[in-house]
């Protein structure tokens, strides 16, 4: 599968932004989905993840309550919806693809996504 995010920009501390993340093929509901982002000199975090049957999420505690997780398997599409938005939420942010059998299942460890998309850059202002 291949995934394209887009959806990153300049935006002021408090605003929103709402990233979003499509694959190709016709197994998108045959992959579990997370979102991970990098900041400049740091290493790549997780951010939140949904299930296949979009039944399940998780999120970092940075962002629970704030970036509400979301997919539409009709149309191929996770979204990351970005509220509330902090400087520290700046980071380029990538989408990854897990293929699991486990429709409830979700990770957040970045060695368990098998594809990843080639990042969006977010950027939060003061």
């Known amino acids: 599968v291949q995934l394209q995010a887009f959806g990153g920009g300049l935006v002021q501390a408090g605003g929103s932004l709402r990233l979003s993340c499509a694959a190709s093929?016709?197994?998108?509901?045959?992959?579990?989905m997370a979102w991970f982002r990098q900041a400049p000199g740091k290493e790549r975090e997780f951010v939140a993840a949904?299930?296949?049957?979009?039944?399940?999420?998780y999120y970092a505690d940075s962002v629970k309550g704030r970036f509400p997780i979301s997919r539409d398997n009709a149309k191929n599409t996770v979204y990351l919806q970005m509220n509330s938005l902090k400087l520290e939420d700046t980071a380029v942010y990538y989408c990854?693809?897990?293929?699991?059998?486990?429709?409830?299942?979700?990770?957040?460890?970045?060695?368990?996504?098998?594809?990843w998309g080639q990042g969006t850059q977010v950027t939060v202002s003061s």
């Open positions: 949904i299930s296949r049957s979009a039944t399940s999420t």
């Open positions: 990854a693809a897990d293929r699991t059998p486990v429709p409830t299942a979700w990770s957040k460890r970045a060695h368990d996504y098998d594809y």
């Open positions: 093929g016709r197994t998108f509901s045959s992959y579990a």
